[in-house]
């Protein structure tokens, strides 16, 4: 994947700092195949009630409850289990890694999707922003923009910042520096 170009979007008088990406997901491949073969038993149960609903409808017994509204409840369950388990495995490709960008200049920090509904974000770095730092497995995350809105449950805070990256020491350090008039 080549690096987008940031420099369309920069002030002028602004430089580019820093540009990096998530740490793709990673997950055993062992696993990934599990979980597979997991969901793909509940393909074929599901196939195998609805062949016997099928066939045997017209006996009495189990192959006529397979018709009927409880056994298509669990066909369908078997099913939607089954594609659940199944479709993350090979669609892993589709995680914000993939289509999530960073970048840093001295004046701001950029964040650009370009999935479904591409867009970018700018977030002006100021003395007065606040930093967080999370440590994960995959990466750091740098926060350093938060907003609140109101979801069904109530108020919600939506955080804002680099997730999962692999050199949060030197952003922060250069964040820090930003804030300071140093860059």
Avoid at 94 to 110: C, E, G, I, K, V
Wanted: charged share 20%; hydrophobic share 45%.
């Amino acid at each position: 994947m080549t690096a987008p170009r940031w420099e369309n979007h920069l002030l002028p008088g602004e430089r580019l700092l820093w540009q990096g990406r998530p740490q793709p997901f990673a997950q055993s491949p062992v696993w990934r195949v599990i979980v597979t073969l997991a969901g793909l038993g509940l393909l074929v149960f599901a196939g195998f009630v609805g062949w016997l609903a099928s066939v045997l409808s017209s006996d009495d017994g189990i192959a006529a409850a397979a018709g009927t509204s409880a056994g298509i409840a669990m066909r369908l369950s078997a099913t939607g289990l089954g594609l659940w388990l199944i479709a993350p495995q090979w669609i892993a490709r589709l995680d914000r890694a993939s289509w999530t960008s960073y970048a840093l200049s001295n004046r701001a920090a950029y964040i650009r999707y370009t999935n479904l509904s591409p867009k970018l974000e700018i977030y002006e770095i100021r003395p007065e922003t606040t930093i967080e730092r999370l440590r994960g497995r995959r990466g750091d995350t740098i926060l350093f923009h938060s907003h609140r809105v109101e979801g069904s449950d109530g108020p919600l805070t939506v955080h804002a910042g680099f997730r999962n990256i692999s050199d949060a020491d030197a952003v922060l350090a250069m964040i820090r520096e930003i804030q300071t008039g140093k860059v």
